[in-house]
């Protein structure tokens, strides 16, 4: 059975900074597109970071670009996902996604790329 869990979540101030990871079993992913996603309350899902098996190609919502840095460690099977100088809107539970087959004719942050989800982690940044 694949699972993904996602850990490093809580609640911080303003300004800090957060890693979170999420651990894949199941599987190997280790060729395969992974990202992280997030939902805050009272909307939808969204894009925050994927990469792609090699390392070589990142993508980042204009949100986070310069404050987030999305990385991987395919002997691990796990994804991380660096969060500095945390705002408070980016309080949100944050989702990793992992890729089953490939679909390079979706963007990375589609979520329709995504096979694989973990079940979430809480993150709470208080201003």
């Known amino acids: 059975q694949v699972q993904l869990v996602e850990s490093g979540g809580g609640l911080v101030q303003a300004g800090v900074s957060l890693r979170l990871s999420c651990a894949a079993s199941g599987r190997t992913f280790s060729r395969n597109v992974m990202g992280w996603f997030r939902q805050a309350p009272g909307k939808g899902r969204e894009f925050v970071a994927a990469i792609n098996w090699s390392s070589s190609i990142t993508d980042y919502a204009d949100s986070v670009k310069g404050r987030f840095t999305i990385s991987r460690d395919n002997a691990k099977n796990t994804m991380y996902l660096q969060m500095n100088s945390l705002k408070a809107e980016d309080t949100a539970v944050y989702y990793c996604?992992?890729?089953?087959?490939?679909?390079?004719?979706?963007?990375?942050?589609?979520?329709?790329?995504?096979?694989?989800w973990g079940q979430g982690t809480q993150v709470t940044v208080s201003s």
């Open positions: 996604a992992a890729e089953g087959s490939e679909r390079t004719w979706l963007t990375l942050g589609s979520p329709g790329r995504y096979d694989y």
